[in-house]
């Protein structure tokens, strides 16, 4: 385990995680993880016991992703909460409630000499996986947000695609070809990505 926050006892220490992984589960809550270990239980024939892999872990950490604004929270506003530690408003994105850019966990490891990736089952610039490297009042502007990317220098994003990708008029040049001139390369499918993977610095992965 290795602590960022460098207090006292942490000096001591100069060993630090090689990788570092940070899952998120899109709408899963607490009530979500205890259904599913009494499910897991129930299929077992036991009243408890059945255990996820994670609620097992040693050190267990809780965040809350409330809107500022909203009685009910958006991905961008929960996104924005679990990458920056800072509650903002519905639709805003990597922002506080004034608008003001905020820096993500990402960009603090990177400084510290990581490499970052981030990797979403959606496109990468819907708003959990932009939460980490996009500033933005509106998590709905997304050619803005893709272009961001670029600004990020981070080495690797994976995703489904990229929404809106030339623009809200479609008049925009492509997202792709914007990145491609800023040092990405876009690669679609596993045969473009495994034959660029070992040479290219910085990749986008579709």
């Known amino acids: 385990i290795t602590c960022f926050a460098g207090c006292n006892d942490c000096k001591k220490d ?18 979500h993880v205890a259904l599913t270990e009494s499910y897991l239980s129930y299929k077992a024939g036991k009243e408890n016991g059945e255990r996820l892999s994670f609620t097992q872990f040693p050190y267990l950490g809780t965040c809350d992703t409330y809107s500022m604004d909203w009685s009910v929270t958006c991905s961008s506003a929960a996104g924005t909460a679990i990458a920056t530690g800072t509650k903002t408003n519905n639709n805003f994105l990597g922002v506080d409630v004034n608008g003001e850019p905020l820096e993500s966990i990402a960009f603090q490891l990177k400084r510290d000499g990581y490499k970052i990736g981030i990797m979403s089952s959606v496109q990468v610039n819907q708003a959990t996986p932009a939460s980490f490297y996009a500033h933005n009042t509106d998590r709905g502007d997304y050619y803005e947000i893709s272009k961001e990317i670029a600004e990020s220098g981070f080495e690797f994003f994976g995703g489904s695609g990229f929404y809106r990708p030339r623009g809200k008029d479609g008049n925009d040049q492509p997202t792709n070809e914007y990145l491609e001139e800023r040092g990405y390369k876009v690669c679609y499918g596993t045969k473009e990505f495994n034959s660029n993977a070992s040479t290219t610095e910085k990749i986008v992965f579709i």
């Open 14 to 31: 100069d060993t630090r995680a090689k990788y570092i992984f940070y899952f998120i589960g899109d709408g899963m809550g607490n009530t």
